[in-house]
């Protein structure tokens, strides 16, 4: 049986692809795909789904899991998501936007020369901001409010900034990310012992070689595009034209990094107040809003303008829902129905029994968490499903426990990367107004190249 579940998932990947390909709406496909894994892990009785609050009958059961499966993300990343969203549009709304590209290319006007340098530097700053803002989502949206229409301004496309943005959260690192907590957990150090010690002499050497791969990666792909498009029009669309001063007060640009300030200045990691404020995203944003309507309060002089304004945040909430949000719970669903018939389950049985080394499972296993992780569209739900078993399975091969975590943790935020489904993906090409597939499949081959760097520079260093 467990063979037969573990073919339906072949079958069930290989169609789902296929589907998305010829792009088919990726909601439906995904759902379907996942409604279809459930009903099947039912029948097999591999690992059976049960809703919180179960129905009494199945048909009824697989329908709850979609309803909780859509509840459970409105109240964790769907409202973040959601409230960022409606904040950049509001941002465009009132040209505050415009004024932080304006007054960010005089600094950085000498690197319109080397847009592709800009770009590829804002890597490890994503990556510093990710460590104290421990949410890929999150910190994507937050650099698409902030970094993203700088870097458009400067000469590179809507891909290439999405792609660098994306890169920044790379390796779930520090000790605010869940994947670290586990693994310390599993090595037995404290979270912060295991950033030190493990994390940053891998992340850094593979960080380095990650910033030239993209660089040369999207500058390849930026002129094979070019020539496929006619440049008047490539410009109109890629390229806003927004260099003269806008018509809005030049403070106005504080407004789209003020939620990103924000949560650095109130981080744990900053520690500048005692007792410590805790600050969430969503907070953030929703705090920042209200400043920005005092701006604009304040600039207007009319209180019906400054009301009215208000839809457009409402408006950007409701667009980021219908296709961000969605496009979420329909990936989550997805995720579900591999979990349910046992998939990593099975990946990691046939794997133990190939008669490697201990070294090349290692290897083996890197490859598969990372495959998951593009697969599940999750950098947590692969390594959680994986994590537990290793210090088992490093006692077994022989090896340390941390030689055999280290690499897999990472090769599962990596994959999370290269996937179309994941979270920071579709929710960075949703508001961007590119296609998650697209800015996927351009991210996926730094990322393999990234992936074999970081397996043989950590086997050969350990």
């Known amino acids: 049986?467990?063979?037969?579940?573990?073919?339906?998932?072949?079958?069930?990947?290989?169609?789902?692809?296929?589907?998305?390909?010829?792009?088919?709406?990726?909601?439906?496909?995904?759902?379907?795909?996942?409604?279809?894994?459930?009903?099947?892990?039912?029948?097999?009785?591999?690992?059976?789904?049960?809703?919180?609050?179960?129905?009494?009958?199945?048909?009824?059961?697989?329908?709850?899991?979609?309803?909780?499966?859509?509840?459970?993300?409105?109240?964790?990343?769907?409202?973040?998501?959601m409230t960022i969203g409606g904040y950049v549009a509001f941002m465009n709304h009132i040209r505050a936007t415009d004024a932080l590209v304006h007054i960010s290319m005089k600094p950085l006007g000498f690197f319109r020369r080397y847009p592709y340098l800009a770009a590829t530097i804002a890597i490890p700053i994503g990556q510093l901001l990710f460590i104290t803002?421990?949410?890929?989502?999150?910190?994507?949206?937050?650099?698409?409010?902030?970094?993203?229409?700088?870097?458009?301004?400067?000469?590179?496309?809507?891909?290439?900034?999405?792609?660098?943005?994306?890169?920044?959260?790379?390796?779930?690192?520090?000790?605010?990310?869940?994947?670290?907590?586990?693994?310390?957990?599993?090595?037995?150090?404290?979270?912060?012992?295991?950033?030190?010690?493990?994390?940053?002499?891998?992340?850094?050497?593979?960080?380095?070689?990650?910033?030239?791969?993209?660089?040369?990666?999207?500058?390849?792909?930026?002129?094979?595009?070019?020539?496929?498009?006619?440049?008047?029009?490539?410009?109109?669309?890629?390229?806003?034209?927004?260099?003269?001063?806008?018509?809005?007060?030049?403070?106005?640009?504080?407004?789209?990094?003020?939620?990103?300030?924000?949560?650095?200045?109130?981080?744990?990691?900053?520690?500048?107040?005692?007792?410590?404020?805790?600050?969430?995203?969503?907070?953030?944003?929703?705090?920042?809003?209200?400043v920005a309507i005092l701006f604009v309060a304040c600039y207007t002089r009319n209180l019906r303008k400054t009301f009215d304004s208000f839809s457009s945040f409402w408006n950007g909430m409701g667009k980021v829902f219908a296709s961000v949000v969605t496009l979420i719970v329909a990936a989550e669903m997805f995720s579900k129905g591999l979990i349910s018939l046992g998939f990593i389950d099975s990946l990691i049985n046939y794997s133990t029994h190939i008669g490697f080394s201990g070294v090349a499972i290692a290897v083996v296993f890197a490859f598969i968490i990372f495959s998951a992780a593009m697969l599940m569209g999750s950098g947590n739900a692969a390594f959680f499903s994986f994590g537990p078993l290793l210090p088992g399975i490093a006692e077994q091969l022989g090896m340390s426990v941390y030689a055999l975590v280290l690499p897999l943790q990472l090769s599962a935020s990596m994959g999370r990367a290269a996937s179309p489904i994941a979270g920071i993906i579709v929710a960075i090409a949703g508001v961007a107004g590119v296609s998650p597939i697209e800015l996927a499949k351009r991210n996926t081959l730094p990322l393999i190249e990234g992936f074999v760097f970081l397996v043989v520079y950590h086997f050969i260093t350990f």
């Open 133 to 290: 803002t421990p949410s890929a989502t999150g910190l994507g949206l937050l650099l698409v409010a902030s970094i993203y229409p700088v870097l458009v301004e400067i000469g590179v496309s809507k891909l290439t900034a999405l792609s660098v943005i994306s890169a920044a959260t790379l390796f779930d690192q520090g000790p605010g990310s869940a994947n670290t907590a586990l693994a310390a957990e599993l090595i037995g150090q404290t979270n912060v012992a295991y950033f030190i010690t493990h994390q940053l002499p891998l992340v850094i050497p593979t960080t380095l070689v990650m910033m030239a791969l993209f660089y040369f990666n999207n500058k390849y792909f930026d002129k094979k595009e070019s020539a496929k498009i006619d440049t008047r029009k490539r410009e109109e669309t890629d390229t806003p034209k927004t260099t003269a001063k806008p018509d809005v007060p030049l403070i106005f640009a504080l407004l789209p990094v003020l939620p990103l300030i924000l949560l650095i200045l109130f981080s744990p990691y900053v520690g500048l107040f005692e007792p410590p404020i805790t600050l969430n995203t969503t907070t953030a944003m929703i705090f920042s809003l209200f």
């Open 1 to 81: 049986m467990p063979l037969i579940s573990f073919l339906f998932c072949i079958i069930a990947i290989t169609f789902t692809a296929i589907f998305l390909y010829r792009k088919l709406n990726p909601q439906g496909v995904l759902i379907l795909a996942g409604l279809i894994m459930l009903t099947f892990a039912v029948i097999f009785n591999v690992q059976p789904p049960v809703p919180a609050k179960p129905t009494g009958c199945v048909v009824f059961d697989l329908i709850k899991i979609v309803e909780e499966t859509f509840l459970g993300n409105l109240s964790r990343a769907g409202l973040m998501i």
